[in-house]
Antibody
């Protein structure tokens, strides 16, 4: 079964750090670009970050630039999001997602994890 | 950044109704548009990509159309499981923005 499973969420104080993981199974992880998307409580979806298939290229939303780092370990079929200098406004469910046909008109996020909740509060 | 505006934001309808949701982009995005369904407490699910291509396994009552700056998602005959929130997303350029969502509720 094609699956993404996130972990690592929790409660953290403002200014703190957290690392999210996303374990992939059922597909060739090393061939796919991957993304993180977040959703604040009761709000819409917001794109956060992406990484190419071999990890050599990344891109972040302006709101997390300089604070969040996306990475991957293809030997472990795992995607990561290192989050530093966390703020209250980073409180959200974080989803990892696989993109297919990246860069083409057929591109879309076809597989999503179940999400992991990050709460930034003192 | 490309802004996506969905209308309406809320929609009340009955089982069997035909409904249409519109997504307007602030600049042309060709057909680089996807639609997702999200049920409460669940992850988004891909419905449509490339503006009009139905994802495998998605019922044929869902359809998409449009290109450039205006797009629509149509559900031809609402079923009970279709009551959810729907999002459009542009994949033309970074950041990959989403519309604000359309919540479809039972009348």
């Amino acid at each position: 079964e094609v699956q993404l499973v996130e972990s690592g969420g929790g409660l953290v104080q403002p200014g703190g750090s957290l690392r999210l993981s996303c374990a992939a199974s059922g597909f060739t992880f090393s061939s796919n670009w991957m993304h993180w998307v977040r959703q604040a409580p009761g709000k819409g979806l917001v794109w956060v970050s992406r990484i190419n298939s071999d990890g050599s290229s990344t891109r972040n939303a302006d709101s997390v630039k300089g604070r969040f780092t996306i990475s991957r370990d293809n030997s472990k079929n795992t995607l990561y999001l290192q989050m530093n200098s966390l703020r209250a406004e980073d409180t959200a469910v974080y989803y990892c997602a696989r993109i297919v046909w990246s860069g083409s008109p057929w591109a879309a996020f076809d597989i999503w994890g179940q999400g992991t909740m990050v709460t930034v509060s003192s | 950044d490309i802004q996506l505006t969905q209308s309406p934001s809320f929609l009340s309808a009955s089982v069997g109704d035909r409904v249409t949701i519109t997504c307007r982009a602030s600049q042309g995005i060709s057909s680089y548009l996807a639609w997702y369904q999200q049920r409460p407490g669940k992850a988004p699910k891909l419905l449509i990509y490339a503006a009009s291509t139905l994802q495998s396994g998605v019922p044929s009552r869902f359809s998409g159309s449009g290109s450039g700056t205006e797009f629509t998602l149509t559900i031809s005959s609402l079923q009970p499981e279709d009551f959810a929130t729907y999002y459009c997303q542009q994949l033309n350029s970074y950041p990959y923005t989403f519309g604000q969502g359309t919540k479809l509720e039972i009348k």
